[in-house]
């Protein structure tokens, strides 16, 4: 089993609607959680970051933590078609140079 | 705002030939890592430096090494270079104990 699971998806949604995004993790000690959007053959670009539980929210992303379940989400509201990408979770624990990724969901908001 | 870069861009090896990525991390970033993605796959963490000394070490093959410089550029040397070792390659760099910015990758195809 991976530390760290992700829908691959593909999850199609029509343009405006809200998406949610998630990743359960299997390793309590993980602290440090990132939501990262990867175009094609692109690397990945850096959308949220996260210290332990609670909410964040940068305009239309909301990303949330609840270590207690081990799970973690990346909201986007008002969903455009330029959003179509891969999303990919990332998370590490502390003292530990090495962030452990999901396998990307892959995202297709429709015009 | 700088950004991760890495060099070349593109490669092209041939079997059982040798090749070298460069990284060179956003300034003032003091921690290094380096990530294989193979095709439709998630981003596998091969090695990370912080302070010019390895501090983790993942799935990286022993025909790979790495290094991180005084100037805290780093290098991934690959010899012997195999079929399956086409895929992106990645650099990341971060400040201690913060978020993880990726480079645009480099595309090694070897034939």
């Known amino acids: 089993q991976k530390e760290v699971e992700q829908d691959p998806g593909p999850l199609s949604v029509p343009e405006g609607a809200i998406v949610s995004l998630n990743c359960t993790y299997s390793?309590?000690?993980?602290?440090?959680f990132m939501w990262y959007r990867q175009y094609s053959r692109k690397g990945p670009e850096l959308l949220m970051y996260?210290?332990?539980?609670g909410n964040k929210e940068d305009g239309r992303f909301t990303a949330q933590v609840d270590k207690s379940s081990k799970y973690i989400s990346l909201f986007i509201r008002d969903s455009q078609p330029s959003d179509s990408a891969t999303y990919l979770c990332?998370?590490?624990?502390?003292?530990?140079?090495?962030?452990?990724f999901g396998t990307g969901t892959r995202l297709k908001v429709l015009a | 705002a700088a950004g991760v870069i890495q060099s070349p861009r593109h490669l092209i090896k041939e079997k059982r030939e040798t090749a070298t990525l460069k990284c060179y991390p956003i300034?003032?970033?003091?921690?290094v890592y380096w990530y294989q993605q193979g095709p439709g796959q998630d981003p596998q963490f091969l090695i990370s430096?912080?302070?010019?000394?390895?501090?983790d070490k993942g799935s990286i093959p022993d025909r790979f090494s790495a290094q991180q410089f005084s100037d805290y550029h780093s290098e991934l040397n690959m010899s012997s270079l195999e079929l399956g070792d086409s895929a992106l390659y990645f650099c990341?760099?971060?400040?201690?104990?913060?978020?993880?910015?990726f480079g645009q990758g480099t595309r090694l195809t070897v034939v």
């Open positions: 990341a760099s971060s400040a201690k104990n913060t978020e993880a910015f």
């Open positions: 390793n309590s000690a993980f602290q440090y």
């Open positions: 996260t210290y332990s539980s």
């Open positions: 990332a998370m590490r624990g502390p003292g530990t140079y090495k962030y452990i």
């Open positions: 300034p003032r970033h003091d921690t």
């Open positions: 430096f912080y302070e010019k000394m390895q501090s």
